[in-house]
């Protein structure tokens, strides 16, 4: 579909959806503080998520305005419950949107993670949620109200948001697997960490939202630590 325009409350939401494989499934990215849909790190992401035959649709949590006094004041990229709100207001329109029905997933980074996990709790569609180098801390209370299966990807060079993703899963009550990705920091900027990156978000999606899939409800693995 290319680009697309969600309304919201406060106005609009800008962002680009993209399908692929049958259109059975969908992915929403919840990008971190200070970034956007245009975030070449979640891009790489998307475009592994669309090879594997899952749809993405990357937006804006902000609307242009907000953006702009956000430049400024650097407090609206943090207020999870507004961008947890916005994700909500997205799923909504997606699901409007489809032709199908769509098994829904959730891709969070930084805040975006938090934003993810809080409108996981909310939103019964919601199959799956994948955070990457995230702050699911701060979805606080709303954790252990999670359904969807979640998985938690940090960096092994990141020791402070490694120790604030193990206090997040330990509150988690559904289906969940942590993992650290060798070598990498925050950003996963190193060579291969952000392809690791795709490759076990693309098969943690598949696993919970493509049909067919043998494995799709397998029992919680529990603390993994993939090398």
């Known amino acids: ?3 697309i325009r969600i309304p919201s409350a406060r106005g609009i939401l800008h962002g680009d959806l993209e399908s ?3 259109g059975e499934a969908l992915v929403l990215f919840a990008h971190g503080s200070g970034s956007g849909r245009h975030s070449p790190r979640n ?3 998307a475009a592994a998520l669309r090879e594997a035959g899952i749809g993405t649709l990357l937006f804006d949590l902000l609307t242009e305005p907000e953006e702009s006094e956000d430049r400024y004041t650097g407090h609206l990229r943090f207020d999870v419950g507004l961008l947890a709100a916005r994700l909500a207001v997205a799923t909504e329109w997606a699901i409007a949107q489809a032709r199908q029905p769509i098994a829904i997933g959730y891709f969070g980074a930084s805040t975006g993670a938090a934003a993810a996990l809080i409108a996981a709790s909310r939103v019964l569609d919601v199959r799956a949620v994948v955070s990457r180098g995230g702050r699911p801390d701060l979805a606080g209370a709303a954790l252990p109200a999670v359904a969807a299966p979640s998985l938690l990807i940090v960096g092994e060079r990141d020791p402070e948001v490694i120790r604030l993703n ?3 899963f330990e509150r988690l009550t559904c289906e969940k697997e942590m993992v650290i990705v060798p070598r990498a920091t925050h950003l996963f900027e190193e060579p291969g960490t952000l392809e690791r990156v795709s490759e076990l978000a693309a098969e943690w999606f598949a696993r919970y939202l493509l049909r067919g ?3 799709a409800r397998q029992p919680s693995r529990g603390l993994g630590r993939q090398t």
Do not use: C, L, N, Y
Request: no cysteine; net charge neutral; aromatic share 0%.
């Open 43 to 45: 891009r790489q992401v």
């Open 213 to 215: 899939k043998p494995d």
């Open 1 to 3: 579909m290319g680009e």
């Open 20 to 22: 692929a494989g049958t």
């Open 166 to 168: 193990q206090a997040a």
